[in-house]
């Protein structure tokens, strides 16, 4: 079974502090992908990696970076957190170009920053 | 842009019954479209993916089907069950694209 983890389930910060959010898959997939998920927004994509060191913005990249210095480890950094960065922050992976796979999910991160 | 809309927001049906949800997308490029289910507070499972090529997917009392022509897909649920409520999501992919776009999905109960 493919395996996609989430360092935590849920996180507090305070605006202003540096926040870290770590997604691990073990399935030796190419892509991988940060979401934000918000109520009657869905879900936003904010970056996706498709090989290490390799990042692409996504939809709505601002006020995050990401890094990718391992295939199975893909970073979501906030440099500054603000309180409209209080979501729930999904981070999946995938095989390259294949039709017929799906992206896999990992479990979900509930950052509030207050 | 791709654009993924979903409606109802919210269904609710005794159990037993059989019911469909609605997705519809706006352009007809497509790679596939994918359903997912989100239980709350977690993260999505896949249910079902229809290729370009592919008119509909069967999983057991799951059956989505994909009509590009006119940019919509159904998930049909049969008999259903209260295990069956969660929101179900419409993720559609494009060619070129390694990107999912997403509806904002169903949420569905299953009155027991």
């Known amino acids: 079974d493919v395996k996609v983890t989430q360092s935590s389930r849920y996180l507090v910060k305070r605006t202003g502090e540096k926040v870290f959010l770590e997604c691990v898959q073990d399935?030796?997939?190419?892509?991988m992908f940060w979401y934000r998920q918000d109520p009657g927004l869905g879900l936003r994509l904010i970056y996706f990696s498709y090989d290490v060191k390799m990042k692409e913005k996504g939809d709505i990249p601002e006020g995050y970076s990401v890094s990718r210095e391992k295939k199975e480890r893909f970073s979501l950094i906030l440099e500054s957190a603000s309180t409209n960065q209080t979501s729930m922050y999904l981070c999946?992976?995938?095989?390259?170009?294949?039709?017929?796979?799906?992206?896999?999910f990992g479990p979900g991160t509930r950052l509030l920053v207050l | 842009k791709q654009e993924v809309t979903q409606i109802p927001a919210a269904l609710s049906v005794p159990e037993g019954e059989n019911l469909v949800l609605n997705c519809s997308f706006t352009?007809?490029?497509?790679?596939?479209l994918q359903w997912f289910r989100q239980d709350p507070g977690k993260g999505l499972t896949s249910l079902l993916l229809i290729q370009s090529s592919q008119r509909e997917q069967t999983s057991g009392r799951l059956n989505a089907s994909l009509d590009k022509s006119s940019g919509r897909s159904t998930l049909y649920i049969a008999a259903s069950q209260p295990g069956d409520s969660a929101t179900y999501l419409c993720?559609?992919?494009?060619?070129?694209?390694?990107?999912?776009?997403f509806g904002t999905g169903t949420r569905l109960t299953i009155i027991p």
């Open positions: 352009d007809s490029a497509i790679y596939n």
């Open positions: 993720a559609v992919r494009d060619f070129g694209n390694e990107k999912l776009t």
């Open positions: 399935m030796d997939h190419e892509n």
């Open positions: 999946a992976s995938s095989l390259l170009d294949t039709p017929e796979e799906t992206q896999y």
